[in-house]
């Protein structure tokens, strides 16, 4: 199984909402990560987590909250997002950080702040 | 600090062969890895260069050269499913972990 699920694949939330994000892999992988990816734009990387430790946030405001419960799962809770946070945002896993060559991405979820 | 040069689009016709260049300024480097996204979809890995020289999957050949900061992506017999953006993404750039994506090339395969 090389397959990276996220769910939801499309959400729409209002400022005042709290939601969820969530990844599942199930390859084994230790290291998980989140992008935003702006259209037209390459994918941004937001946070790395490694061995369900988190080992890098790229200056995230807190309104975005990273989770990972264990070695194949990883959330991302939302709250009090703003519209310019609307994009898309996948989560990828590889083998191990220092093996962050080769990741593995999930097919997104499209998020829309109204 | 670092910064990853690559062509923003590049069009050809099915059949041909599309060369994408990567010419990359950083503080540490690893390597050179490349990603296929098509619209609406996930990046997908296509190959990384650890080491000066050609690598060959297939249809797609990777190029990097150390010593000139410069790698490429050969995309050969292009086919109308080529039609995506090239992404060249050096890990571990500024960290032990991060893969630092490149702006992107759109290719446009015309019949």
């Known amino acids: 199984d090389t397959e990276v699920t996220q769910t939801p694949k499309h959400l729409v939330m209002g400022m005042t909402n709290k939601k969820s994000l969530k990844c599942e892999q199930h390859m084994g992988h230790r290291a998980m990560y989140w992008y935003k990816q702006k259209a037209k734009k390459p994918p941004e990387l937001m946070f790395v987590y490694s061995y369900e430790k988190l080992s890098i946030n790229e200056s995230v405001p807190s309104r975005f909250s990273p989770e990972c419960p264990n070695s194949s799962l990883l959330n991302l809770h939302l709250h009090a997002l703003q519209p310019e946070d609307s994009a898309l945002y996948l989560c990828?896993?590889?083998?191990?950080?220092?093996?962050?060559?080769?990741?593995?991405f999930g097919p997104g979820t499209r998020l829309t702040v109204t | 600090g670092q910064s990853l040069e690559q062509p923003s689009e590049v069009t050809a016709v099915e059949g041909a062969i599309v060369q994408i260049n990567c010419t990359y300024q950083t503080s540490g480097f690893y390597g050179l890895s490349w990603y296929q996204q098509h619209d609406g979809g996930a990046p997908t890995f296509l190959s990384y260069?650890?080491?000066?020289g050609l690598e060959e999957t297939g249809r797609f050949s990777s190029f990097l050269s150390r010593s000139d900061s410069y790698g490429y992506l050969l995309l050969q017999e292009l086919q109308m499913k080529d039609s995506a953006s090239y992404f060249c993404a050096p890990p571990g750039a500024d960290s032990w972990g991060k893969l630092q994506f490149g702006a992107g090339t759109q290719v446009v395969v015309t019949p």
């Open positions: 990828a896993s590889s083998q191990e950080s220092p093996n962050s060559y080769e990741q593995y």
């Open positions: 260069n650890a080491l000066d």
